[in-house]
């Protein structure tokens, strides 16, 4: 039975539980056009490709976006992600992404740095299928 304690997991009778070790999460988020998924991405946040997929030419497309740490998984395929998901990024340097974003031609958003409840600073922006990326900056 494993309880949890502090923010770590106490095992009792588990063998190997202190060789697990979890990694980072990848979102998955579904997009619908590529052209407008790259112009927004790549063009627009600044993220590179990694790797793409396809089972066939013509076929949903299957690709891993990356900036620094923040790793993205993108995807045409009916039933991966749901449209309108939010993904919370934690960051350092809002206020220069804000100011990088603002400096690109591209009409369909216009950051801005924000002060949450929390105590936080940070910006939300929407990709063009609904989808909500908040890169968020804690309070020292």
Not at 58 to 80: A, I, K, M, N, T
Not at 88 to 96: E, H, L, Q, R, S
Not at 120 to 132: A, H, Q, Y
Request: charged letters at 25%.
């Amino acid at each position: 039975m494993a309880r949890l304690h502090g923010g770590t997991a106490e095992r009792e009778g588990v063998r190997g539980a202190s060789d697990v070790r979890l990694g980072h999460p990848t979102p998955i988020l579904r997009i619908f056009d590529e052209a407008r998924a790259r112009e927004f991405y790549v063009d627009f946040l600044g993220f590179s490709v990694d790797w793409e997929h396809r089972f066939e030419p013509r076929l949903p497309l299957y690709l891993q976006l990356s900036r620094g740490d923040c790793v993205l998984h993108l995807s045409e395929h009916h039933g991966d992600g749901t449209p309108g998901s939010g993904v919370f990024v934690t960051m350092a340097g809002v206020d220069a992404y804000c100011d990088e974003l603002r400096g690109h031609d591209y009409g369909f958003a216009r950051p801005e740095v924000e002060t949450f409840a929390w105590g936080g600073r940070g910006m939300t922006v929407t990709d063009p299928f609904g989808n909500r990326l908040t890169f968020a900056e804690p309070q020292e």
